[in-house]
Structures are given as C-alpha cells and as structure tokens.
C-alpha cells in the first residue's frame, strides 16, 4: 500500500494556504484575548458552569476559523459578539434576580458540618470521598474533627472554617489509608468515627456498631490532633 505523505500532512488542503492558517491564528488569537478581557480577570476555578460554558464557546468559535477555510473570519466575530452581548446581558440578569442566579451559577453547599459528612447534600454533589479527601489534605487536614465546617462554592472551590484548636475534636480521619482498617466491633473503650458520615462518639467494648447518624456499620479509630499550619 502506498502512503500519500502530501494527503497525510496537508489533508485536502494546499500548501498556500499556511500562510492564511498564520494569518487566521494570530486575527484569531487577538479576538480571544480580547474577549477574555471583556469577559473579566477570574481564574479557571473560579469560574461558574455558565462562564465555564462561555469561555468553551468562545474556544470553539476561535478555532474552527484558524484551520478551516470554509469558515470565515468575520463569522467568527459575529459569534464572539454575540456570545459576550449575552453574557453581559445574562450577567445583569443575574444581578438583578437571585433566582436566575442558582438557576445558572447553582448555589453554595454545605458538606461538612460539626466535623460530620452532611450526607444528603455530599450525594448530591456526586463528589467521590477519595477526591474530597484529597482537597482537605492540601488544606492541611488530617481529620474531620478540625473542621467546624466545610462549603463547596458555586466555582468548585471548597471553603473551610476550622475549629480553634482547643476545641478541635476528635474526628474521621482522613489521610491515606486510614480508613482500609475499620472494624464492626470494638475491642477496647476509644473514640471511633463512621467511615461514611465521620459521626464520632466513644464506644464500650460490645457496644452497637450502628452508626446514630446514617445506620452503617464500619467504624475506625478517631484522632484529635491539632491542625499543622
């Protein structure tokens, strides 16, 4: 079988029209970095799903132009235009109704509260435990009962209020493999944490290992160490 090498690296296209793909590029380029600008200075994870919506468009109306010759440059404009004319006129809206805003941008979650999982709102969120933990070990957590509470934004962002240490308490802890050692019956008088919810209390030897909290059964050991800042 022969290889067409022109048809492999140039597809339909001809060799002069390189020089227009430059061209495009760098009109292109600007517009991007103008619209970027009208559109304001946040940062990728502050950005809500509508803006994240915005900026995808934006993305798509700025490349089609760079390589394909069929789409022109003054289409794509137009489509900037009035994507960043509805933006802004989406942004007053939201200004103007709060209802509109929890419809586009949704509202703050409250995931943790007194040291404990609140559950209903965590499943809503389809966020995994293992991704959760992780967030809270860059924050320089290592055990649920540091946290008074915890609030995943509008952006994604989760925003923690910590308990002052001396009323840090015990907790679910939640570095890495902490939680591969639970147990369904407690063998010595300790503090123990659900692995679902984080609910703590102290459990008697043959104590109930049902959790007051969500009904499950596996508990590990709690920790109550202050917080590392």
């Not at 559950?119 to 389809?126: D, H, L, M, V, Y």
């Not at 209390?201 to 050991?221: F, P, R, Y």
């Amino acid at each position: 079988m022969q290889i067409d090498w022109n048809e492999l690296i140039m597809g339909s296209e001809s060799w002069d029209f390189l020089l227009q793909i430059v061209i495009r590029t760098v009109v292109m380029f600007l517009v991007i970095i103008f619209g970027i600008r009208l559109l304001g200075k946040r940062g990728v994870k502050q950005l809500s799903v509508f803006e994240l919506v915005v900026i995808i468009g934006l993305g798509s109306a700025a490349g089609d132009p760079m390589f394909y010759r069929e789409v022109g440059i003054l289409s794509s404009i137009f489509v900037f235009a009035v994507i960043i004319l509805f933006y802004s006129l989406v942004v007053y809206l939201i200004g103007r109704s709060k209802k509109i805003e929890i419809l586009l941008e949704g509202k703050p979650i409250l995931l943790i509260e007194n040291g404990v999982f609140a559950i209903e709102n965590f499943k809503k969120e389809k966020l995994g435990s293992d991704e959760f933990f992780a967030e809270l070990r860059m924050k320089s957590i290592s055990h649920l009962g540091q946290i008074e509470s915890a609030i995943e934004e509008t952006s994604g962002e989760i925003s923690v209020f910590f308990y002052e240490d001396e009323d840090v308490k015990y907790g679910l802890p939640v570095l890495l493999h902490s939680l591969e050692k639970s147990v369904t019956t407690f063998s010595e008088q300790k503090h123990y944490s659900c692995t679902f919810c984080g609910f703590t209390e102290v459990k008697s030897v043959g104590a109930d290992n049902t959790c007051k909290n969500c009904g499950k059964h596996h508990w590990v050991l709690s920790v109550n160490r202050r917080r590392i800042t």
